[in-house]
């Protein structure tokens, strides 16, 4: 046996053994659960690298046998294939965790057939994760497609499907339907990430970079423009504000005020003061800002104006926070003696209106959606208060306006509904108001789910006409 | 009395949801070639969402809250697959359908027996 080899055998079967497991978990999982197609896509994925990665392993081991100077090739095929598989092992686990009894499907079907039609984002999938911190987070995925493009050059039957996003949810919220809109935002990461390493860029990408550079020239001061550092540090911060204004808008562009108000849902839970509402951090802007962003789109889109009569207190305190005169917004930073004050003024001022526009270019127009809402709000609100799924007669309602009705009604007449079925005394009790509220939700999930049924047959039947 | 076709048609679309009399029957799928809608019956389907039996995690039964629960395992079976039932074997299914029943009427479920030969 050449020198080294036993070492390398070794190694190779440790590989193997993990692999080997990773494959069959895999294997398991989709035999025992059912999961959102993009799972699915993940997890054959992952079964093919594995059992490619075995198949490479056996191979090589005979030809370093044969060739001793390919030990050395190997072995970094194998650091490289250790690299990956660990970066996959993170993700493996919470998908399997995300099968359709533990996660929104529905929704997070909508929010896939939307994402697709984002300019760009054609066949664009998400996995969903189930994590255990209480937060919603977009993993950052283009490591592993270039890891992954790297290793389809060694195992070529294993290709990382492309436009393949990995979106988070705390595993508390999985089943619950309002507090999850919060994933459009997290999909808005995706996008950008997506459209930011695009070929041929997008224009309006890249009118926002150059809004950047602007902003950074105007509020950096000379000494820190010629450091690269302090230069490096302001840029990163305008980027996550950036990025972070840009899923809000791409949010309420794709789900309407729905999503401005599961964030303050969400932001309530998580417990914010009154100081956190005007601070920017070096990862967001501040809730006012972000509120006051929220408040421009939805008025422009009429959104604002559709749920003019709405009378809950989330609206109130949305209007409230985007109240807040800019002025008050404030930077805190652990090193603030760059010139970093003026960031802020030079961010809304040159970078938002160009974010405005990239979110506008890029999503269609809300304006149907708006009209739909319109007239179909009153009948899901009816069907609602009734005990019923929402649905109509003739034409079905759509799911931006089942969700938009509902979060609505779910904000001003859930006292009133469990007063009506179970009496003033319930109505006074917290265990009441919980199991209502999941009634609730459950009845806009089967209304959205319907809804999406009723289109995938009539896009049968079209194409079933079509053909004939 | 048994509702028939037109007094079925009648109540799910001329009576508004929140009159006592209105019958709700959603997602409405049907169509003219394949109407869902029999002389005094609809026809319903079976939804994604089944009840599985499954041993007892103790080795005693307790006809008690937790042992409710702890009888069947859910299973989810998205619309287009398949579910195999063991030979006699009984599954809990819900149907693809909401219904509201109207305050004067009651419904009755029958199975379709169909023979795969």
Same mark, same amino acid.
Request: proline share 6%; net charge neutral.
């Given at each position: 046996?050449?020198?080294?080899?036993?070492?390398?055998?070794?190694? %190779? %079967?440790?590989?193997?053994?993990?692999?080997?497991?990773?494959?069959?978990?895999?294997?398991?999982?989709?035999?025992?659960?059912?999961?959102?197609?993009?799972?699915?896509?993940?997890?054959?994925?992952?079964?093919?690298? %594995?059992?490619?990665?075995?198949?490479?392993?056996?191979?090589?081991?005979?030809?370093?046998?044969?060739?001793?100077?390919?030990?050395?090739?190997?072995?970094?095929?194998?650091?490289?294939?250790?690299?990956?598989?660990?970066?996959?092992? =993170?993700?493996?686990?919470?998908?399997?965790?995300?099968?359709?009894?533990?996660?929104?499907?529905?929704?997070?079907?909508?929010?896939?057939?939307?994402?697709?039609?984002?300019?760009?984002?054609?066949? %664009?999938?998400?996995?969903?994760?189930?994590?255990?911190?209480?937060?919603? +987070?977009?993993?950052?995925?283009?490591?592993?497609?270039?890891?992954?493009?790297?290793?389809?050059? +060694?195992?070529?039957?294993?290709?990382?499907?492309?436009?393949?996003?990995?979106?988070?949810?705390?595993?508390?919220?999985?089943?619950?339907?309002?507090?999850?809109?919060?994933?459009?935002?997290?999909?808005?990461?995706?996008?950008?990430?997506?459209?930011?390493?695009?070929?041929?860029?997008?224009?309006?990408?890249?009118?926002?970079?150059?809004?950047?550079?602007?902003?950074?020239?105007?509020?950096?001061?000379?000494?820190?423009?010629?450091?690269?550092?302090?230069?490096?540090?302001?840029?990163?911060?305008?980027?996550?504000?950036?990025?972070?204004?840009?899923?809000?808008?791409?949010?309420?562009?794709?789900?309407?005020?729905?999503?401005?108000?599961?964030?303050?849902?969400?932001?309530?839970?998580?417990?914010?003061?009154?100081?956190?509402?005007?601070?920017?951090?070096?990862?967001?802007?501040?809730?006012?800002?972000?509120?006051?962003?929220?408040?421009?789109?939805?008025?422009?889109?009429?959104?604002? =104006?559709?749920?003019?009569?709405?009378?809950?207190?989330?609206?109130?305190?949305?209007?409230?926070?985007?109240?807040?005169?800019?002025?008050?917004?404030?930077?805190?930073?652990?090193?603030?003696?760059?010139?970093?004050?003026?960031?802020?003024?030079?961010?809304?001022?040159?970078?938002?209106?160009?974010?405005?526009?990239?979110?506008?270019?890029?999503?269609?127009?809300?304006?149907?959606?708006?009209?739909?809402?319109?007239?179909?709000?009153?009948?899901?609100?009816?069907?609602?208060?009734?005990?019923?799924?929402?649905?109509?007669?003739?034409?079905?309602?759509?799911?931006?306006?089942?969700?938009?009705?509902?979060?609505?009604?779910?904000?001003?007449?859930?006292?009133?509904?469990?007063?009506?079925?179970?009496?003033?005394?319930?109505?006074?009790?917290?265990?009441?108001?919980?199991?209502?509220?999941?009634?609730?939700?459950?009845?806009?999930?089967?209304?959205?789910?319907?809804?999406?049924?009723?289109?995938?047959?009539?896009?049968?039947?079209?194409?079933?006409?079509?053909?004939? | 009395?048994?509702?028939?076709?037109?007094?079925? *048609?009648?109540?799910?679309?001329?009576?508004?949801?929140?009159?006592?009399?209105?019958?709700?029957?959603?997602?409405?799928?049907?169509?003219?070639?394949?109407?869902?809608?029999?002389?005094?019956?609809?026809?319903?389907? *079976?939804?994604?969402?089944?009840?599985?039996?499954?041993?007892?995690?103790?080795?005693?039964?307790?006809?008690?809250?937790?042992?409710?629960?702890?009888?069947?395992?859910?299973?989810?079976?998205?619309?287009?697959?398949?579910?195999?039932?063991?030979?006699?074997?009984?599954? *809990?299914?819900?149907? *693809?359908?909401?219904?509201?029943?109207?305050?004067?009427?009651?419904?009755?479920?029958?199975?379709?027996?169909?023979?795969?030969?």
């Amino acid at each position: 046996m050449p020198d080294g080899l036993g070492a390398l055998l070794h190694d %190779a %079967a440790v590989l193997h053994r993990f692999v080997d497991f990773i494959e069959e978990y895999c294997k398991e999982q989709e035999r025992s659960q059912t999961y959102i197609d993009a799972s699915g896509l993940f997890f054959r994925y992952v079964e093919a690298l %594995a059992s490619g990665i075995k198949q490479e392993l056996t191979k090589e081991i005979t030809r370093a046998s044969r060739f001793p100077k390919r030990l050395e090739a190997v072995r970094r095929n194998m650091l490289t294939l250790k690299y990956f598989l660990r970066l996959l092992h =993170e993700l493996i686990k919470p998908a399997a965790d995300a099968h359709t009894l533990t996660i929104p499907a529905p929704l997070i079907d909508l929010a896939s057939q939307q994402l697709q039609r984002v300019d760009g984002m054609k066949n %664009a999938q998400i996995v969903i994760l189930l994590a255990p911190e209480f937060m919603y +987070f977009q993993r950052p995925h283009s490591e592993i497609k270039v890891e992954a493009r790297f290793v389809a050059s +060694f195992i070529p039957n294993a290709l990382f499907p492309p436009k393949l996003g990995f979106i988070e949810l705390p595993y508390s919220q999985g089943p619950n339907f309002f507090t999850n809109l919060a994933i459009y935002h997290e999909i808005g990461h995706f996008v950008y990430e997506e459209l930011s390493h695009s070929n041929p860029r997008n224009c309006h990408i890249t009118d926002v970079e150059s809004s950047t550079m602007r902003c950074l020239k105007r509020a950096l001061n000379k000494e820190a423009t010629k450091d690269p550092e302090s230069y490096a540090f302001a840029k990163k911060i305008i980027e996550s504000w950036t990025q972070e204004i840009f899923c809000d808008l791409f949010a309420i562009r794709l789900v309407g005020p729905a999503f401005s108000f599961a964030l303050i849902e969400m932001l309530g839970m998580l417990g914010f003061s009154k100081k956190e509402t005007i601070r920017f951090s070096s990862s967001h802007p501040s809730s006012a800002c972000r509120f006051a962003e929220h408040l421009n789109m939805l008025r422009t889109d009429s959104w604002w =104006e559709a749920i003019a009569d709405i009378k809950a207190d989330q609206k109130a305190i949305l209007e409230n926070l985007a109240g807040i005169p800019r002025t008050s917004y404030a930077l805190y930073l652990d090193d603030n003696d760059l010139g970093l004050h003026s960031l802020v003024t030079e961010f809304l001022d040159i970078v938002v209106p160009a974010i405005r526009n990239l979110v506008r270019n890029i999503t269609p127009s809300p304006r149907p959606a708006v009209n739909r809402f319109k007239k179909a709000r009153s009948n899901i609100e009816n069907c609602l208060w009734c005990g019923v799924v929402p649905y109509a007669t003739t034409n079905p309602p759509d799911p931006v306006s089942i969700i938009n009705a509902a979060f609505c009604f779910y904000l001003t007449s859930l006292p009133a509904v469990i007063d009506r079925f179970e009496g003033t005394e319930a109505a006074r009790k917290i265990e009441t108001h919980s199991l209502w509220t999941k009634r609730l939700e459950m009845w806009t999930m089967k209304s959205v789910e319907d809804s999406q049924i009723q289109e995938r047959l009539k896009d049968v039947g079209d194409k079933y006409k079509n053909d004939s | 009395m048994v509702l028939c076709r037109k007094e079925i *048609l009648r109540r799910m679309r001329e009576l508004p949801v929140d009159n006592d009399g209105n019958l709700v029957i959603t997602p409405l799928i049907d169509d003219k070639k394949n109407s869902i809608f029999d002389a005094d019956s609809v026809d319903l389907r *079976l939804g994604c969402h089944f009840l599985l039996p499954k041993m007892l995690d103790q080795p005693f039964f307790s006809p008690d809250r937790s042992s409710s629960s702890s009888l069947h395992v859910p299973v989810h079976v998205p619309l287009g697959q398949f579910l195999v039932v063991p030979a006699h074997q009984t599954i *809990l299914g819900a149907t *693809l359908e909401f219904i509201k029943l109207p305050s004067d009427a009651s419904g009755v479920t029958q199975n379709r027996p169909m023979r795969v030969t």
